[in-house]
């Protein structure tokens, strides 16, 4: 309740600086690989208790899903915050990017890009470039 309201009154930038922890956080290397964008630095919500609601309603899409859902905890990879306003009416919704695995990774958002797996990137397989057949 508290981000929505501060999203009506001061905007989306301002709701979520209330929402994170200001802290950055340095993923260990072996989290770190994982990450794509910044993944030299990680914010977390102030209340800790919404790290858990998150991993609660992750097991709860699959317990009470209509269709057959089976996900593990590294099947949700990302997701995005939106509010959906009618009228008078505020809800916050979560679009869940599950199962959208990576092909490729980068260590910012600027930085070279590497496919999963890569040494650059933590992994262990090497790549070479494809022949011009195989494009």
């Known amino acids: 309740r508290e981000f929505l309201s501060t999203w009506s009154t001061n905007g989306r930038q301002h709701a979520a600086a209330r929402l994170l922890d200001p802290h950055k956080l340095v993923p260990p290397p072996s989290v ?6 910044e993944s030299h ?3 977390r919500p102030k209340d800790q208790r919404l790290d858990l609601f998150m991993a609660e309603l992750f097991q709860q899409i699959a317990a009470t899903s209509p269709v057959d859902v089976q996900l593990a905890s590294w099947d949700l990879y990302h997701g995005h915050l939106f509010v959906y ?12 990017h599950a199962r959208e695995f990576p ?6 958002r600027y930085g070279d890009t590497y496919p999963v797996g890569h040494a650059a990137m933590g992994g262990c397989l090497l790549y070479t470039s494809p022949s011009p057949r195989d494009s």
């Open 85 to 96: 306003s009618h009228g008078d009416m505020l809800d916050l919704g979560i679009l869940f």
């Open 41 to 43: 630095r990680a914010l």
């Open 103 to 108: 092909t490729d990774y980068r260590t910012s």
């Open 32 to 37: 770190a690989r994982f990450m794509s964008g």
